[in-house]
């Protein structure tokens, strides 16, 4: 019998878009659509649970709305901070002042007002009054443009004389969700046969309790308890907790040997997550009361952490093509990566923030011999440490409270026969630098909780800012690691100091750009080239991007792009995004700028690298093969960069 799977949809494109993700599924549930925003889709919902839903996707707030109302797993459609951001680079180019309707205040916002220069009030809402009121009163407030994730938000922001601009999502956010209505279905159709009644899964849960005396006899035993454990209370209360209920280990945390908290465990056919507290009076161990919530709370734990931010996905957008230039430097990098994509050695890419490390990681995969396998990136400093190790490396089921059922894979795997990028490796905490130093000595990998080794066959690419010598100098990065990744390096030019590709840079991205807004394309103006060429692009490539994406877009001739231009370069001089050639050269930063000490003083790559082998020396005792196995180099290298060095041992 076909899993049957309620979607309510806040705008129609959403429906084509499920009917084609949900084709790619090995066993196609049948999906009822229905139309529903806020408030007004809870008998939307009821009426899809009458006619066998087992579970319901819809759209954030809408979703938080109906939970409750209905006894069937509601999966909300979560956008990202990057979908939020593509909404507000439209919305900018209608005003400044902008609104954002949105369940949960949304992270990250006082950036992204900084980065484009704009004004976001947040409109949150528990319901749909909420959302009126919020709404008319952004409005009255002088909000231009409001953000939505309904055709709803669009239509009333309309009505109300303002801009509306849809927040959309693509097919991977849509497939996630699908997967999961489809897995906590069959879960739920398991769950049914092991428990008495479910009301809701996402709703709060009573949890169960049960109390035991000094002797070890449960003396109390409630209702949902009973439940939770499929036994009754008469069948249990008087009786020993250990006779019954080993697993839970209550009578360890009555003995003082162990405090469980959070702690997932099997009693019978039943998950439950279990938390000992001892009764204590006088200072002595009197009881033990153990409450413990449904297998299904795990359920939502699984959720977040698989919802965790992450940069990057499985495919590529960029070529070694997209790499534009007429600049000596830039073509010997183009020339070095196509070689460099041919063999399996570690790259370290090392450049500003906007230079284009993730344009040439992509197309080094491209070049490659693996570029039909997958290409996984990951930013390593958006995530929490431990969240981290578990994307990286992976976990095994039950690991730790909230694992997936199944355990997961992490990216190394899922990089397998193709290429993984670790952007910003220099965030990465020093006890995981040791993990993933085994993980580049061995190729092999092992999930959290599990103990099967797992080999690895990825080609890894490395990306850093300059700052990672600082990190080396101050201990915070592993030399050892540095090294491995630094089997091969490539140093991205500032946009400042590759002036000659100015022009061409500047005329391809205007181009791109005029045809993204769908305008009439022509060349900017020599004047306006010979401007851009004196800059000094503290944002490199991606502040280029961004000017030149105004340009287009208020420019429809090149009159106007001679009157616009001065105006625009003016505005980012008084925010503070460029600062002039005397500045930057003296090293005086601007003040959304990063501060002086983190560029200022920095050695070169030649000098990091020969005082990273000098203290190493002098840490073994001047003893090569030591220091060659601290820097995870042979002690032919270590010899030959010696030499290269001049570095001859002594201190």
């Known amino acids: 019998m076909k899993i049957t799977i309620g979607f309510i949809y806040s705008f129609s494109t959403q429906v084509e878009m499920a009917r084609d993700v949900i084709n790619e599924f090995d066993e196609k549930p049948e999906l009822h659509f229905g139309y529903g925003i806020l408030d007004d889709a809870i008998p939307v919902a009821r009426q899809m649970v009458a006619n066998g839903a087992e579970s319901i996707i819809a759209m954030g707030g809408t979703a938080k709305i109906i939970e409750e109302q209905v006894s069937v797993p509601v999966i909300p459609i979560r956008v990202g901070i990057l979908d939020i951001i593509k909404a507000v680079e439209i919305a900018r180019n209608f005003s400044s002042q902008l609104a954002i309707t949105t369940e949960i205040p949304v992270k990250g916002i006082d950036l992204i007002e900084s980065l484009y220069q704009v004004s976001v009030k947040q409109i949150i809402f528990t319901d749909k009054n909420d959302f009126l009121y919020g709404l008319t009163k952004a409005v009255h407030d002088g909000c231009q443009v409001i953000i939505g994730k309904s055709k709803l938000a669009v239509e009333l922001a309309e009505q109300y004389g303002a801009k509306g601009v849809l927040v959309t999502y693509d097919q991977d956010i849509l497939r996630e969700a699908l997967d999961e209505a489809l897995r906590l279905a069959v879960l739920r159709r398991r769950e049914k046969e092991q428990y008495i009644l479910l009301e809701t899964i996402f709703d709060n849960l009573s949890e169960g309790i049960i109390v035991i005396d000094k002797n070890a006899v449960i003396t ?58 001892p009764i204590i009076l006088d200072g002595k161990i009197i009881g033990v009361a153990s409450t413990f919530r449904r297998a299904s709370e795990i359920q939502k734990m699984d959720s977040k952490i698989r919802k965790a931010l992450r940069k990057g996905g499985f495919r590529t957008q960029y070529t070694i093509n997209h790499l534009v230039s007429n600049s000596r430097k830039v073509k010997d990098i183009i020339e ?316």
């Open 220 to 277: 109390r035993f409630n209702l949902a308890a009973s439940q939770i454990l499929k036994c009754s209370p008469r069948e249990v209360i008087g009786t020993g907790v250990a006779e019954h209920f080993p697993e839970l280990g209550m009578t360890e945390t009555l003995n003082g040997r162990s405090i469980v908290e959070n702690e997932l465990v099997v009693v019978g056919d039943s998950q439950i997550l279990v938390d000992n507290t």
């Open 336 to 651: 070095e990566a196509r070689k460099y994509a041919q063999v399996d050695l570690t790259i370290l890419l090392i450049g500003e923030t906007g230079t284009g490390k993730e344009v040439l990681a992509q197309s080094i995969h491209n070049l490659s011999p693996r570029r039909k396998g997958p290409y996984v990136a990951i930013n390593c400093s958006v995530l929490p440490e431990n969240l981290l190790e578990s994307e990286l490396f992976g976990y095994e089921e039950g690991a730790f409270t909230g694992a997936r059922k199944g355990g997961k894979p992490g990216l190394f795997e899922l990089a397998q026969n193709g290429t993984i990028l670790l952007d910003e490796i220099n965030t990465i905490p020093l006890n995981l630098q040791a993990k993933l130093l085994r993980v580049l000595q061995e190729r092999e990998v092992m999930r959290i909780g599990g103990a099967q080794i797992i080999p690895i066959d990825v080609k890894i690419i490395a990306a850093a800012n300059q700052n990672i010598f600082r990190d080396l100098r101050e201990q915070r990065f592993r030399p050892d690691l540095y090294y491995r990744l630094n089997q091969l390096c490539i140093n991205l030019p500032r946009l400042h100091d590759r002036q000659e590709d100015i022009p061409e840079l500047a005329q391809v991205i205007f181009r791109e750009m005029q045809q993204k807004f769908g305008k009439k394309t022509f060349l900017l103006p020599d004047v306006c080239l010979k401007r851009f060429a004196e800059l000094p692009w503290p944002g490199n490539i991606r502040e280029m991007q961004n000017l030149l994406g105004r340009l287009a877009l208020l420019c429809d001739s090149k009159d106007d792009v001679l009157r616009f231009v001065d105006k625009i370069i003016a505005e980012e001089e008084r925010y503070g995004y460029v600062v002039d050639s005397h500045a930057r050269e003296s090293g005086v930063q601007a003040a959304a700028a990063p501060p002086p000490s983190a560029f200022s003083g920095l050695p070169t790559l030649r000098e990091a690298e020969k005082e990273v082998i000098r203290q190493a020396l002098e840490g073994c005792g001047n003893n090569i093969s030591s220091a060659a196995r601290v820097l995870g180099i042979s002690r032919t290298t270590l010899y030959r960069k010696m030499s290269d060095l001049h570095l001859d041992g002594k201190r």
